[in-house]
Every structure is written in structure tokens, then in C-alpha cells.
């Protein structure tokens, strides 16, 4: 996967270089510093313990937290962050344009150093998505200890060890960089800007972050900290090896962290393009910035307990030692003044993505831009000064208390101003429910629950009342579920088709959304009885009268467990079989979507013009920026892109050959761009998204920017959808020939015209042009062998699941196997029998905008494997029989493959009652 | 979409369009003052520490150490140690001042190199100080809170110094910066101001009040 297109881009990349040596190199490299690097620290240790007298020299925890420091560094400078630095600092000439780690041409240069944000964001993306399944399976064991009400996988320690892993895995190693993720890849477009503000820097913040993580992930070999995530001293510090590693990672990944806020902050404030003020930026780089200022001013607190507590562990101090003059509270309010913070951390680019989402999705402006904007900054600002809520029965100075209160209670009003802005979007907006926006709605509701227990717990009384019970853990997976997660998966469904070029599988999208959404409230709704009812948390076993609604719980975790695999699939398998993307499927308005998918190399090929707000959906002629591309002819002037849209209201006619011809023709004009609407008025929905999408794929793959919608009405609610909210200079309209269409006979031209006041054009497309739609380039080319199965709407269900999962283009072979000679008239009579049916078949395929062939042979289904593999070069082979039909046998399915070769054959089973529907008009 | 070669828009020719500014702030001194900021608060962290172990245990001030005596610190030496790093400050200044007011690049060497061997003056006293004082970081929290502060302390310096070191060799090797261009420079500096302002507070609430 390349992370530019090969369109709007340098073709050949005529200077731009990738560094030569493999990815060996850099990981030997890597190997070779860190291990020896690790020898040397603990030789170092040693001689300073003798030199010092320092008994026993042998004081496992100190070798292992200064190795653990200085692997990490050294395995930075090994696998290349500093060659450039170190070049710079040893006095020698380095050009600060080197590009020669930018960008990827193969998956291999997403497995070393590179400084593209593209590059990164997808690094990050990947590394948190394994780090959540990880976080994901303790989850699923915490569940399954607590399944039953006694010990039930494990011992106490263990458990202990499982949920202080589970949290610490999600937050440092899931939520906090999936942000770092969705932000590095997005930002810099979104603001109009090449790159991050210290592309250097950021490889550097992301190659910090692996060995953070993987420490962290490592302890539960040496025995898991077992004093969960919060760490509290004294506990804390009885901990063994794993501890170590926990206070180590939390350093590392801390400060690769604080390097990346500081990039983001750099970028925010210095690189946005020229007409981008502060009150044009999306809300994303808002929630994002100042995210990244609670980054730069919390984090170091979180490392300055850290630090402490490993002092006492391991040097002996006594900070947190009441009979040597220490003070235990004191680690709490340290840990809590960053790690309050830490929730809005962990939840602000969060906001932002939703405010992105929901006015996308909804048509409509933000409501409240600046409200929502200010009361980010109110909610980072207020976050400084509420952490002693945590604190409520921890014996701290009785005084602090109702002021935190108060202070708890306030914060709530802010994020209640979000919850309004969007409700406020959201009212009367026209709404598509796509996976993004699933996935807000879903946060929305359920994010609320958590914020409104966050309340009830701010008050002194209910918190004394519930503290250390389940109230607790259903309040905190709420916000952290119910709120990062879902924002994190909205956010990746949402820019998917940027990142990748491809559309994901939305079937899936939407069956992942709800298995979560009922899995999650499944899950932790019921923790809020259980916590009211006095089920304590952090211990593995409880009373009885629980048992029922804990066996409840873990079987809805389960179900989470499979929506997050469901998630993770769909982003793999779509990478593949995904639908080419448009630049903009969402019709969304920020810049990411005025380049195209994935973007180039260095994302604009000129600075684009802010010249608006972000959001001015639903207002025609508003435009948010403005993107220059070289022109076509005129020796490489750059000219502003897109100029003019032209409507296209078609419907079965969508994804022909002649309306993509016409629009292909248009594009090479001039810089046209192309708006689809096609009304639907009561045809099948989900076959007019398909041949949509079909269209559009084609569009993308030539370069033509061109996005559209389903609109529920006939062509002049269509016309109006897009005119409602887009300039739009001219209209194309596709339709059946004169007397075979319906839109003719009703005058569709004149009034189309009159009622837009719009120039028009008609492209004709003849009925059978419409139902054989276009093959798709480079999509997998599928060989479906039939028997009584041919012609049944089972076949045709079977075949469009396959194409909602990537474009395909279907070859239909039905071998007749015939026992009788070829050149009587009974086998002429079946060949016609069979023929027709297979004309039934292609047509209603062409309905779903599949494209599809067919062939009718007198051999047996050996031949017609060997025909399909031989002459359609096929890659696939699914054999779609009737039930009990003639190819329903084991020896058939043996049989295939046995011919095939090592092309794959599936075996599908459908009923072949109902023929398949007709074609439309 | 056909593309034609626009090479010749690039500087240098590397491919790479010319970068996006929207603003005329420096990124480098943006990005150190962000860094001297969180820097601020791991001090604030450590800081806080101490007073809770000052104002919330101790009943008495200095607390008592292990050996039964007030802990007691060489405020007189490190009163002479603090001139130091603060006129490093000054030296830091003068020789950035003779680059960005004349372009005198030896008086910038020269400045570099003073305030890096009165760094490593300030350090060999401190180390000094830490091999006669009399208490381990294993005493009373008192003791890890000293050694906290100053050892985090003492690091800084160190890492400043070294920056100051690799500035050096900036200026002496590749004859980088000038008066129009410093930012790496100016950046490193504002950094050792830093340590030395941290040095100063430290100073007072810990070895004077």
C-alpha cells in the first residue's frame, strides 16, 4: 500500500529518493544497540555499586530500570531517530530537506524510521489496534475470573495482575496514542499543511513509544504489577520486576507522548495554511491542541510520582514512608494532578472527531462552533483543578473537599455544552447513518450516562458511599468505552477511505457498531446495581447473590471482544477488497477531502486558501478552502481546484458505461468536479448505494473527483439535496431512451431544467448497457459455477454479499453436464432452459451493479473449472449450488478443487425456490 | 488527472514543496519554551513533594535525620555555587550578544566555552557537596526530597551543558549560525536560563528558607 495515489501527485517521484538499505539493516542495527546497550548498562551499574560499596551488588530492580532506560534510548539511535541528529551535532553539512525517509513505496517502509505523518499515523495505527487486542484479551480474563462468584482461572495475585495490565494497556498503550494515531494522519491535512511541524521528531516520539509499550506488555512474564494502573504507594512499592517495567514504560511512553503534543501544538500554532484562523479551525484541531497542552503541562506529573515511587523501591528513599517522614497522600494528589487531566486527555480529540462526524453526516453547520471550542479549552482549563475528587475518602485535608466538589460539578456544564452542540446539529439535520456516524450517535447516548455518574460521584456523599465498588468501574468504562473507544472507531470508519484509498465493508461497519453499542451497555449497565449493592472492585472474588449478573456481564464482554474483531477484520480485509475510494465519500468540507485518497506524497502540490468555516454544510456557494493543482496544460501553472460541480441525477443508469464515458469526456475539459444524487423512490436502496459506489469507484481510479448520495424522492428532491447545499453550474441526466423511460415520459428534461434553472445535459444509456455495468479495474475477477441454482434470487443475495465486501466482477458458468448427444433437440430445449436463467441471473447482478458474464456448457463441472481458471483467469471459484441439487455432493466440491489447481473454490448453499427478481425498468 | 513535472516550484529540487507557514513564530523556540514548560512541571511535581513532606509531616524544620541532629545544609558554599551558575547565565549572554549584535562568532565560542566550564564547576562543587554532606538519600524523606530536587537538578545542568557542548561544536566545525539565523542557539540558551532561574528557586526554598 502506497500512502499517496499515483493522481494528483509526482508520478515516477522524479527526486525524491527512499533511502537504500533494507529493512535488515536498520533492525539488526536496532538489535545490535540494544542489546549491547543493555550489557554495558549493567556492567556500568555494577562498577558504580562496588565503587560506591553499595551491598548486595547484586540489586535486581536497579540493573533492570537503568537497562530498561537506556535500551529504550539506544534502540531509538539504533533503529536510525538520531542519524540525522547525530550528523548534525558531530558538525557535518545535512540538508534539512532530506526526504529520503519520507513516504512509503511498500509495506516494508512502515516497519522502519520514516518521517511522512502519513507513515506514522499508520505505524501508530496498526501498533494501537495489536495493543488493543491485548488490552482486549486481560478484559476477557478479568471476565472470566470473575465469571463465577469464586477464584475461577486464577488466584487473587493474578487477578490483580490481569486488571492493573487490562488498564494500563488501554490507556498508555491504546486510547492515549489511537489519538496520536487519528491526529498525526489527519491534522496536517486538515490545517494545510506538508507535514507535522518536526517530521524527524515524530518518528522519534513513535519509535519511543514501541519499547514503552512492549515493556509494559512484557510484565505479566516476570510477574505483572499487580497495584493497578493508579499505582498507589505503599502498594505500589512491594511490587516486583513487573512494577519496574510499569514505571519504566509509563517514563517512556510519557515522554514520547509530551514530544508529540509539543510537535502537535508546533504544527497547530505555525503551519496552518494561509486564511485559517483560529475560528476556522475544525474542531478536531481544537480538541487536539489542547490535548496536547494538557499533554505537555500534566504528563510531567505522572512521571514525577513515577519517579518517586521507583525511588523508594529501589533506592530506598522513603517519600511514601510515614515512619521515615513521608507522606502517603502526597502520591495521590501527584498521581491525580496529572491523571485527572489524563481523562480529558483522553477524551478531547475524542469530541473533536465527533464534531466532525455528526455535522458531516447530518448536513448541517456545527451548532455552537465557538461554544464548543471554548468549552474545550474551559474543560482543560477546569481539569487542573478537580483531581482530589479521586481522593474523597483517602484521609487527605478535609478542606480540599467540597471545593473539588464544586469544581467536579462545574466541569460537567462545558462538556454538557458539547452534548447540546451536537444535539443542536443533529435537530432537523438530514441524517445518514453511516459507521462514523453509528458510532457517534452510539457515543452520544451512552457517553452521557458516563458523564451523568460522573456528576453523582463528584458529590462528597454518594462518593464516600460508592468508592472502591462497581459503581465505579461502570462509571469509568463508560467514559472510556462508551466514550474514547467509540470516538476512536467513528473516527477510523470516518478516515479509512482517506488513509487507505479504499472503502470499508459498511455491512460490517454497521454490525460491528451494534454488537458493541448492546455489548457495552450490556456489559457495564448492570456494574452500576452491583456497584450500588456493594460489589467491590479490584478483587476476584464476590458474594453469590452477584453470580447471575456477572455471568451476564462476561458473556456481554464476549460480545465486545467479537465486535472488536469484527472492527479489526474489516480494516484488514477492505485494505484489499474494499472499493476504491472517492476523494470525498462523505461530501465533508474540511481540506483532508479536497485531495485525494490517499493523499500525496506531501499532501497539497500548492498551500491551499482558507477562505471559510469548516462546517457550511446545507449553505450553497460557502467554501471552506481552496486547492491548487497543477493545470492540465500551461507548463505546470497551478490552478485552483475544483472549479465547478456538475450534478448527476441518474439512477439505474448510474454506473454504465456510457455515463462514465460522458463524465470522463467532461473531466478532461476542464476542472470539473461531479456531485451524483439518485433519487430512489421505491426501489431497493441498497442496490442504488452499490451502483453508486460502482460509479464511483471507476471515477476514483481515473483521478476524477467525484462523490454523490442516495436521496430518498424523485430527481427534483434529488436535484434539490445537492443544490440545497453545493454550488452546481450544470446537471447531466442519465435515462433509458426516449419511450423506455419513465423519467421521458414524464418531461424529466424541461422540468428538471425549469426547476433548477440550470443548464442541461442528457446522456442516453440503453437498458442492456445499464444492467451490464462497468468491470471495475483491478478488481478480483470470480468464477461462480451453478447448477439448478442459476437464475434464484438465493444466487443473486450470494453473489451481492460478495461484492459488498470489494468490488468484483463476476463470470457465471453453468455446466449441464449433459448425458445425452449435444445436437438433440432435448438438449437444445435445456441449453435454452438454462440460458435464460442465466440471463435472469446477469441481469438482476447488473441491478446490484455487479458486472457480470456467462457461459452455458454441455461438459461436466470440470470442464467449467478448468474453463474458468484457463480462460476467465480466474481467481477465485464459488460454486453456488441449489440445496439438494445436483452439485450438493462432497465429491463435487472435491471434484472442483481437485481442477482448479490452486485457484480456491468455495462451496455455497442456497435454496432455489424463488426466481430472482426481475431487472428494474 | 494528468500531471505535469513542476520541479522547477521546488527549492532544491528535492520533491518537496515549499513548507506551509502560516505564522512567522520560530517552531524551534515554540517548541523549547512548550519542552521548558513541561520541564516546569516535573520540577512542580518534585517540588511538591518537598513541601508536603515540609508542611504536612514534619513538625519541626529542618526535620530530624536518623542520627538523631537536624539535617543541616552548606548554604554558604552553595550560596558561592549559585553566583556561579548565575553568572553563567550572563556569559551565556554576553557571548550570544556579540554573535547577534556584531556577528562575532570567536566571541560566542568564547562565551559558549566560559559558561560551559562554569557549569561543570557548579557540578563538580554540587557533587562535592553530596560526598560531605553527611545524609543518604535513604534517611528521612527530607533526604530524597534533597537529593530529588538537586540530583534532577544536577542533571539539567548537565543536559544543558551538553547542548551547549554540541553548540560549540556547531560553531567551531560547520561555522553555523549568525545574526540573521540562531535558533538552535537562542533555544539552548533559553534553556540554560532556565536551569539556572530552577537553581535559583531551589536555592531559596530549600538551602535559604
Not at chain 1, 487 to 512: C, D, H, V
Not at chain 1, 758 to 770: F, I, M, S, Y
Not at chain 1, 814 to 825: K, M, Q, S, Y
Not at chain 2, 130 to 143: E, R
Amino acid at each position: 500500500m502506497a500512502t499517496y495515489a499515483p493522481t494528483h501527485s509526482h508520478p515516477g517521484h522524479h527526486h525524491h529518493h527512499m533511502d537504500p538499505r533494507p529493512l535488515s539493516y536498520w533492525w539488526k542495527r536496532a538489535f545490535v544497540y540494544t542489546t549491547v546497550s543493555i550489557g554495558l548498562s549493567f556492567a556500568l551499574v555494577y562498577l558504580l555499586r562496588e565503587a560506591f560499596g553499595l551491598t548486595p551488588a547484586w540489586e535486581g530492580e536497579v540493573y533492570y530500570a537503568v537497562a530498561a532506560g537506556v535500551g529504550t534510548i539506544a534502540f531509538t539511535i539504533g533503529i536510525g531517530c538520531w542519524d540525522y541528529w547525530f550528523r548534525w551535532l558531530r558538525g557535518k553539512q545535512v540538508d534539512p530537506e532530506d526526504h529520503s525517509f519520507h513516504g512509503a513505496h511498500s509495506w516494508k517502509d512502515y516497519l522502519k524510521v520514516n518521517t511522512d505523518h502519513k507513515v506514522i499515523g499508520i505505524q501508530y495505527l496498526v501498533a494501537i489496534l495489536f495493543f488493543l487486542l491485548v488490552g482486549g484479551l486481560f478484559a476477557l480474563l478479568v471476565r472470566a475470573e470473575l465469571a463465577t462468584p469464586g477464584e475461577t482461572i486464577g488466584d487473587g495475585e493474578t487477578y490483580n495482575g490481569l486488571f492493573s495490565v487490562h488498564a494500563t494497556v488501554m490507556i498508555f498503550l491504546f486510547v492515549i496514542p489511537a489519538f496520536a494515531a487519528l491526529v498525526n494522519y489527519i491534522l496536517p491535512i486538515m490545517i494545510g499543511a506538508k507535514d507535522m511541524a518536526f517530521p524527524r521528531m515524530n518518528a522519534f516520539s513513535f519509535w519511543l513509544f514501541i519499547p514503552g509499550g512492549l515493556m509494559m506488555i512484557a510484565s505479566p512474564l516476570v510477574g505483572a504489577f499487580s497495584a493497578g494502573w493508579t499505582a498507589y504507594a505503599p502498594l505500589a512499592n512491594q511490587g516486583g520486576t513487573g512494577q519496574t517495567l510499569f514505571e519504566m514504560g509509563v517514563q517512556v511512553v510519557g515522554a514520547s507522548s509530551i514530544a508529540s503534543a509539543i510537535n502537535i501544538l508546533v504544527t497547530v500554532f505555525t503551519m496552518r495554511a494561509p486564511g485559517m484562523t483560529v475560528w476556522r479551525m475544525p474542531l478536531l484541531v481544537w480538541g487536539s491542541a489542547t490535548q496536547s497542552a494538557l499533554v505537555v503541562f500534566g504528563t510531567p506529573f505522572i512521571a514525577g510520582s513515577q519517579f518517586l515511587t521507583m525511588f523508594d523501591r529501589i533506592m530506598g528513599t522513603n517519600f511514601f514512608n510515614a515512619a521515615q517522614g513521608g507522606d502517603i497522600i502526597a502520591y495521590q494528589h501527584i498521581f491525580w494532578f496529572y491523571s485527572h487531566p489524563a481523562v480529558y486527555i483522553m477524551i478531547l480529540p475524542g469530541f473533536g472527531i465527533i464534531s466532525e462526524v455528526i455535522a458531516t453526516f447530518s448536513r448541517k453547520p456545527i451548532f455552537g462552533y465557538r461554544a464548543i471550542a471554548f468549552s474545550t479549552v474551559a474543560i482543560a482549563v477546569l481539569g487542573f483543578g478537580v483531581w482530589a475528587h479521586h481522593m474523597f475518602v483517602s484521609g487527605m485535608a478535609a478542606w480540599l473537599r467540597v471545593p473539588m466538589m464544586i469544581t467536579t460539578i462545574i466541569i460537567a456544564v462545558p462538556t454538557g455544552v458539547k452534548v447540546f452542540g451536537w444535539l443542536g446539529t443533529l435537530w432537523r439535520g438530514k441524517i445518514h447513518l453511516k459507521t462514523p456516524m453509528l458510532y457517534a450517535l452510539g457515543f452520544v447516548l451512552s457517553f452521557v450516562i458516563g458523564g451523568l455518574s460522573g456528576v453523582i460521584l463528584g458529590t462528597i456523599p454518594t462518593d464516600i458511599q460508592v468508592t472502591d465498588t462497581y459503581f465505579i468501574v461502570a462509571h469509568i468504562h463508560y467514559v472510556f468505552v462508551a466514550g474514547s473507544l467509540m470516538t476512536i472507531f467513528a473516527g477510523i470508519f470516518f478516515w479509512y477511505p482517506k488513509m487507505t484509498g479504499r472503502m470499508y465493508n459498511e455491512r460490517l461497519g454497521q454490525w460491528s457498531f451494534w454488537l458493541m453499542f448492546i455489548g457495552l451497555n450490556g456489559a457495564f449497565m448492570p456494574m452500576h446495581w452491583l456497584g450500588l449493592h456493594g460489589m467491590p472492585r479490584r478483587v476476584a472474588t464476590y458474594d453469590e447473590r452477584f453470580a447471575e449478573l456477572n455471568m451476564f456481564i462476561s458473556a456481554m464482554s464476549l460480545m465486545m471482544g467479537v465486535a472488536t474483531l469484527l472492527v479489526i477484520y474489516n480494516l484488514i480485509v477492505s485494505l484489499k477488497k474494499g472499493d476504491k475510494a472517492p476523494w470525498n465519500p462523505w461530501r465533508s468540507r474540511s481540506l483532508e477531502w479536497l485531495v485525494s485518497s490517499p493523499p500525496s506524497l506531501f499532501n497539497f502540490e500548492a498551500t491551499p486558501q482558507v477562505v471559510g468555516g469548516p462546517y457550511q454544510y446545507g449553505i450553497p456557494g460557502a467554501r471552506h478552502a481552496v486547492v491548487f493543482a497543477p493545470q492540465e496544460a500551461g507548463g505546470g501553472e497551478f490552478t485552483e481546484i475544483p472549479t465547478r460541480t456538475i450534478l448527476v441525477v441518474a439512477n439505474q443508469t448510474v454506473a454504465s458505461q456510457p455515463l462514465v464515458d460522458e463524465i470522463r469526456r467532461r473531466s478532461e475539459e476542464g476542472l470539473w468536479r461531479f456531485t451524483f444524487a439518485v433519487p430512489v423512490e421505491d426501489g431497493d436502496a441498497r442496490a442504488a448505494e452499490r451502483r453508486l459506489q460502482t460509479a464511483l469507484s471507476a471515477l476514483a481510479e481515473d483521478g476524477i473527483d467525484a462523490s454523490g448520495t442516495v436521496v430518498k424522492g424523485d430527481p427534483f428532491a434529488a436535484a434539490a439535496a445537492v443544490t440545497s447545499e453545493e454550488d452546481v453550474q450544470e446537471i447531466l441526466l442519465a435515462t433509458f431512451p426516449t419511450g423506455e423511460s419513465p423519467w421521458m415520459d414524464e418531461d424529466m428534461v424541461d422540468r428538471l431544467r425549469k426547476a433548477t434553472g440550470l443548464g442541461l445535459n442528457r446522456v442516453v444509456v440503453r437498458p442492456e448497457e445499464a444492467l451490464r455495468p462497468l468491470r471495475l479495474r483491478g478488481s478480483g475477477r470470480v468464477a461462480i459455477v451453478a447448477d439448478q441454482a442459476l437464475g434464484g434470487q438465493g444466487l443473486t443475495d450470494a453473489v451481492g454479499g460478495m461484492a459488498d465486501e470489494g468490488g468484483l466482477s463476476a463470470v457465471l458458468i453453468a455446466p449441464l453436464d449433459l448425458d445425452i448427444p449435444g445436437w438433440t433437440d432435448e438438449a437444445g430445449e435445456r441449453r435454452d432452459e438454462v440460458t435464460a436463467r442465466m440471463q435472469r441471473s446477469i441481469a438482476s447482478l447488473g441491478a446490484l451493479g455487479v458486472h457480470a458474464d456467462g457461459e452455458v456448457l454441455d461438459g461436466p463441472l470440470a470442464d467449467a473449472i478448468a474453463l474458468a481458471v484457463r480462460e476467465y483467469g480466474a481467481k477465485r471459484i464459488v460454486l453456488i449450488v441449489a440445496r439438494g441439487g445436483r452439485l450438493d455432493t462432497g465429491d463435487a466440491l472435491s471434484g472442483a478443487q481437485a481442477a482448479a489447481g490452486g485457484v480456491p473454490v468455495e462451496h455455497v448453499v442456497v435454496d432455489a425456490e424463488a426466481p430472482a427478481a426481475p431487472a428494474g425498468s | 488527472m494528468a500531471t505535469v513535472d513542476h520541479a522547477e516550484h521546488l527549492p532544491g529540487g528535492v520533491g518537496a514543496p515549499e513548507p506551509t507557514r502560516g505564522s512567522q513564530m520560530s517552531m524551534g523556540m515554540l517548541a523549547m519554551m512548550l519542552f521548558i514548560g513541561s520541564e516546569i512541571m516535573l520540577f512542580a511535581s518534585f517540588f511538591a513533594i518537598y513541601f508536603f513532606v515540609r508542611f504536612n509531616v514534619s513538625e519541626v524544620w529542618p526535620p530530624i535525620a536518623n542520627n538523631g541532629q537536624p539535617f543541616e545544609l552548606p548554604v554558604l558554599l552553595t550560596g558561592v555555587n549559585t553566583a556561579i551558575l548565575v553568572a553563567s547565565s550572563f556569559t551565556l549572554h554576553w557571548g550570544e550578544h556579540r554573535l547577534k549584535h556584531y556577528g562575532d562568532r570567536k566571541g560566542l565560542e568564547r562565551g559558549l566555552l566560559v559558561t560551559i566550564l562554569l557549569g561543570a564547576v557548579f557540578l563538580i562543587i554540587q557533587v562535592n557537596e553530596y560526598i560531605h554532606l553527611g545524609f543518604t538519600p535513604q534517611d528521612q524523606a527530607f533526604a530524597g526530597a534533597f537529593y530529588t530536587l538537586t540530583g534532577f537538578h544536577g542533571l539539567h545542568v548537565f543536559v544543558g551543558a551538553t547542548l551547549l557542548v554540541l553548540m560549540y561544536i556547531r560553531v567551531k566545525r560547520a561555522h553555523d549560525f549568525s545574526p540573521q539565523w540562531a535558533t538552535p542557539l537562542t533555544a539552548a540558551s533559553l534553556y540554560w536560563h532556565f536551569v539556572d532561574v530552577v537553581w535559583v528557586l531551589l536555592f531559596i526554598l530549600v538551602y535559604l528558607l
